[in-house]
């Protein structure tokens, strides 16, 4: 089974301060994504990588910062925390490289709250 | 421009009816569909999709999903319904312009009641 683990399910953090939300997946995916859920909105793409070190903007990129030094991992940035951007963080992984299996497996997501 | 649309916010059952779940699309061209389930305070799971072939698919936890090409439909369904299959559902398309993305709907809540 894929498996896609998020460092925190809850985090709670200060307007202005730095926050890194880590994703891993075991699966040698190509592709990882980072969503945000906020409830009426669905999930919204922020950014995506389809390899080490490359990554795409999603469409609602400002505010963050993506990295993905090693194929496994992929880190979600937020300079300068706000409130708005309290929501529910979702990583995901699917296999990439061209081959058609394009589902998308999700981690159990973090909470955050900026205060 | 792609999308999805899952028209109802809500949806309410009783244990042991046939549920629907609904979604429309519009893309550019063949669509890849996908049904995703999200229980509380979890990440989303993977139920099932369609590519290519037989018009109804099965997936997991007994649900299966019907593509009809000519309403650009992807409903799912379940013959009967269970009160652990409360949660919320979201429909996803791949997304033409970017292989690798999916374009999700705004999810639906199933309440199933006992």
């Known amino acids: 089974d894929v498996k896609v683990t998020q460092s925190s399910r809850y985090l709670v953090k200060r307007t202005g301060e730095k926050v890194f939300l880590e994703c891993v997946q075991d699966?040698?995916?190509?592709?990882m994504f980072w969503y945000r859920q906020d409830p009426g909105l669905g999930l919204r793409l922020i950014y995506f990588?389809?390899?080490?070190?490359?990554?795409e903007k999603g469409d609602i990129p400002e505010g963050y910062s993506v990295s993905r030094e090693k194929k496994e991992r992929f880190s979600l940035i937020l300079e300068s925390a706000s409130t708005n951007q309290t929501s529910m963080y979702l990583c995901?992984?699917?296999?990439?490289?061209?081959?058609?299996?394009?589902?998308?497996?999700f981690g159990p997501g973090t909470r955050l709250t900026v205060t | 421009a792609q999308s999805v649309a899952q028209p109802e916010d809500q949806v309410n059952v009783a244990e042991g009816n046939p549920l629907t779940v609904k979604c429309t699309y519009s893309v550019s061209g063949n669509p890849y569909l996908f049904w995703y389930v999200q229980y509380p305070n979890r990440g989303l799971q993977f139920l099932l999709k369609?590519?290519?072939?037989?018009?109804l698919v099965k997936g997991s936890y007994g649900f299966e999903a019907e593509f009809n090409k000519s309403q650009t439909s992807f409903h799912l369904k379940k013959p009967s319904a269970l009160v652990s299959d409360s949660a919320l559902y979201f429909c996803?398309?791949?997304?033409?312009?970017?292989?690798?993305?999916?374009?999700f709907g705004t999810g639906t809540r199933l309440q199933v009641f006992p």
């Open positions: 995901a992984s699917s296999l990439g490289g061209g081959l058609v299996s394009y589902e998308q497996y």
């Open positions: 369609y590519i290519t072939g037989d018009n």
């Open positions: 990588s389809y390899d080490v070190k490359m990554k």
């Open positions: 699966m040698d995916h190509e592709n």
């Open positions: 996803a398309v791949r997304d033409y312009d970017n292989t690798d993305k999916l374009i």
